[in-house]
Structure formats: C-alpha cells, structure tokens
C-alpha cells in the first residue's frame, strides 16, 4: 500500500481538502487497495475538529465527501507513510527535525504540479484567513492530478 499524508498547518482547510479531493480521485481510478491518504497538521491547535466549513462546502460542491478530523503529525508518520507533502514552505520547515530516518518522500506539495507543467505557484495559500477556498480547491485539484500521476508512474499503478 503507498500512503500519502497531506500537511497544513490546522489540519482543517487545506491538507483534508487536498485528501479528500487525492482519495477522491484514486477510487475514481480503481487504486484504493493501491493507494491510501491521510493529512495531519504541524500545530494541535485544532485536534479532533471538523474540517473548516469553507473546505466541507467546496468539496460538495464538487460531490466529494470528508469525515475525518484534525490531528497532529508524529514522528511516527515518517515512518508509516511514503509521501509527506507539505502545503507551504512555513509547514515543511517546522516538521524538517522529525525527519530524520525517514522512510517518506517529504516535498512541498505543488512540486509535482510544477514538475508537470500545471502551475507555476510554489505554495497553497492558507484560506483560513480570507476564505478563498475556491483558488484553494484549484490548486489542490492541480497538485492532486500531478501527485497520483507521479505515484502511478514510480510505482506502476
């Protein structure tokens, strides 16, 4: 199973949007017993909520569905998982003194969009503040296209 875990800094606007919008697409690709996601956030600050409602609305609006809760990144992610995608550079450099002996490939998120050639965006901006969930969902919707392609190509699913 290749897991990959999706990392804000809440866990409540963009990392279970971009899991979501991910396993979205994987089952639509028939890969579920392939591939598996997750997200956590670099903070507790919001540990057990719901997703914000901006990024439940967004989803629907899109016909995908979300449950999970916010929680935490742990070390032992580093471990469990072979992707830790991180949506900004604020959020990759606060988990870089877990990293070590990591078994996970640990990349800003919209790398794999960039590498493709879909956007020229570095960052996923937090919506948190300005509720631009929908130039949010775009990006995700970029960065999740590019991330399963990246995997079905290195892992050949």
């Known amino acids: 199973m290749i897991r990959v875990l999706f990392l804000c800094a809440g866990n409540i606007c963009r990392s279970p949007m971009a899991e979501a919008v991910f396993m979205h697409k994987v089952k639509e690709a028939g890969l579920a017993d392939k591939i598996n996601a ?9 540990t057990g909520e719901a997703a914000q409602p901006g990024t439940r609305s967004i ?4 016909g995908i569905s979300y449950v999970g809760s916010a929680r935490q990144i742990v070390r032992q992610d580093f471990s469990d ?18 990293m070590r002996d990591s078994k996970a490939q640990v990349e800003l998120f919209l790398s794999f969009a960039n590498t493709a050639g879909l956007t020229g965006v570095q960052e996923v901006p937090d919506p948190y503040y300005n509720d631009r969930y929908d130039v949010v ?8 296209n590019a991330l399963l392609n990246h995997i079905r190509r290195e892992h050949n699913v």
Do not use: C, P
């Not at 998982?81 to 877990?98: E, K, S, T, W």
């Not at 969902?137 to 999740?144: A, N």
């Open 137 to 144: 969902y775009e990006l995700v919707e970029k960065g999740t």
């Open 38 to 46: 997750d997200s956590a956030g670099t903070g507790a600050w919001h």
């Open 59 to 62: 989803l629907m609006e899109h």
């Open 81 to 98: 998982f072979d992707y830790i995608v991180a949506m900004d550079q604020h959020n990759l450099r606060n988990i870089q003194h877990l």
